[in-house]
């Protein structure tokens, strides 16, 4: 199992693009679809305390949401992160 994971769903916009930067980057995660699973979804909801997607973790790290990843990967302490867990 990775150590990203990204609760997600099919069709939403903002899970697609932190999706895409994490693939663009080489980054292996693991993806859980939270659209038609309500105990998956209850899940993503305990863990982050938010009830929008994506949610996306790194180890036990709560990044947030697509916006969050993008403006540490900005910040350039995506990658410090990564590396840290």
């Keep these: 199992m990775s150590n990203v994971i ?3 769903t099919l069709l939403c916009p903002y899970c ?3 999706k895409a930067l994490l693939r663009k980057k080489g980054i292996p995660f693991t993806e859980i679809d939270v659209g ?3 105990a998956k ?3 993503m909801e305990a863990r982050a ?3 929008t997607v994506p949610q996306i973790f790194i180890g ?3 990044i947030g949401g697509s916006d969050d990843l993008h403006a540490l ?4 302490k995506l990658d410090l992160l ?3 867990s």
Excluded at 73 to 76: F, L, R, T, V
């Design 6 to 8: 990204v609760y997600s």
């Design 16 to 18: 697609h693009r932190a």
């Design 36 to 38: 038609m699973d309500r």
């Design 41 to 43: 979804r209850q899940e």
């Design 49 to 51: 305390h938010r009830h």
């Design 60 to 62: 036990d790290t709560h």
């Design 73 to 76: 990967d900005a910040e350039g």
């Design 82 to 84: 990564l590396q840290a």
